[in-house]
């Protein structure tokens, strides 16, 4: 069985979390591990945020699905920059940018990462 992107898009907002996602790719038929696709991003500057995953990422392609520890509490709009890829905008419920508070310490977020920007699961 398949999914279209905007249905699986669709899905996803319905259900709103991580086991969403992880729910719609067992669904696919996709196996998507997070042991393989995890991380930590420390901030150096406020809500400028840096990804380092292991293994590292070697590109970024639509719909890459990884899980992030975030190291620090965000103030307002952020970016991810992941394994030196580029810094892109991280994003809420399509293009809403980040509040303040809404990326917190000790929480485990599934970022999707949308060609232009991360899609980020609150």
Do not use: C
Not at 7 to 14: I, P
Request: glycine residues 8%.
């Amino acid at each position: 069985m398949k999914f279209s992107p905007s249905l699986t898009k669709r899905l996803v907002e319905v259900l709103g979390t991580r086991e969403g996602y992880e729910l719609i790719n067992r669904i696919r038929g996709n196996s998507i591990n997070p042991a393989d696709a995890k991380g930590r991003a420390t901030a150096a500057v406020a809500n400028t945020y840096v990804g380092t995953f292991n293994p590292p990422l070697t590109s970024l392609v639509k719909y890459d699905h990884i899980y992030v520890d975030f190291a620090s509490t965000n103030t307002g709009a952020a970016t991810l920059n992941t394994d030196g890829l580029g810094a892109y905008s991280i994003y809420k419920q399509g293009n809403v940018e980040l509040a303040a508070a809404d990326i917190d310490i000790n929480v485990i977020y599934s970022l999707i990462f949308a060609g232009a920007s991360w899609q980020i699961t609150l």
